[in-house]
């Protein structure tokens, strides 16, 4: 991957449990494909709420724990931005990873609750939505795309909101690893970032 050649240790972040009430959420019955639920991991604390799609898996089949390539991505960009864990909290429009067909739109709708409860108790200095499925989650515009929207601040949800690509896509097409660091140092990193400096 062009410039992504430094030194990096990625690392599964702690993750951040459930508050009681929400654990076993069946409201959207993502609950039936098995998944188990994933909150947030990283800093829970932290000013910068990173905000994806949905959990990958955390562990292997056999359950022992890894570092899935969309965690590796979001960990090498955010480094070389200048932040680490401590700066970080990464959590999910669905709290479960989907593993058959579900109805998307009303499911993500539905989920939006707990992101929200999560925004409102953390109180984050920012959110940074990575994907054009976050994207139009949280923006509540079905046609949006990061493309159109990135390089600039919004208040989608009456909060700063920052978006880049997708970890995964960055993976899938190497050329955007450029824009995507480019995003993370603009909208995170020091200097000349817009936002929060580490
Ligand atoms: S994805 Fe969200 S709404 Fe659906 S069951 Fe899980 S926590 Fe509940």
């Known amino acids: 991957m062009?410039?992504?050649t430094d030194v990096h240790c990625p690392a599964a972040w702690p993750e951040e449990l459930p508050p009681a009430g929400a654990e076993g959420c069946p409201d959207c019955g993502l609950i039936r494909h098995g998944t188990r639920m994933v909150w947030g991991e990283g800093n829970p604390n932290a000013p910068i709420m990173v905000v994806l799609d949905n959990p990958g898996s955390r562990e292997d089949r056999?359950?022992?724990p890894f570092v899935c390539g969309t965690r590796k991505t979001l960990q090498k960009a955010a480094q070389l931005a200048g932040l680490g864990q401590e700066d970080l909290y990464v959590t999910y429009v669905l709290k479960r990873q989907p593993k058959k067909a579900y109805e998307k739109v009303v499911a993500r709708s539905i989920c939006m609750k707990h992101l929200l409860d999560q925004i409102e108790s953390k109180s984050?200095?920012?959110?940074?939505?990575?994907?054009?499925?976050?994207?139009?989650?949280?923006?509540?515009?079905?046609?949006a795309e990061v493309k159109r929207l990135r390089k600039a601040w919004h208040a989608p949800r009456g909060i700063p909101t920052a978006?880049?690509?997708?970890?995964?896509?960055i993976n899938r097409r190497p050329n955007l690893w450029p824009s995507f660091l480019e995003d993370w140092?603009?909208?995170?990193?020091v200097p000349g970032g817009t936002g929060f400096a580490a």
Do not use: K, M, T
């Open 2 to 4: 062009d410039g992504n």
């Open 62 to 64: 056999e359950g022992r």
């Open 124 to 143: 984050p200095q920012f959110i940074f939505c990575l994907g054009n499925v976050a994207v139009q989650s949280f923006f509540e515009q079905g046609e």
């Open 163 to 169: 978006v880049s690509y997708h970890p995964l896509a």
């Open 185 to 189: 140092q603009f909208h995170c990193g």
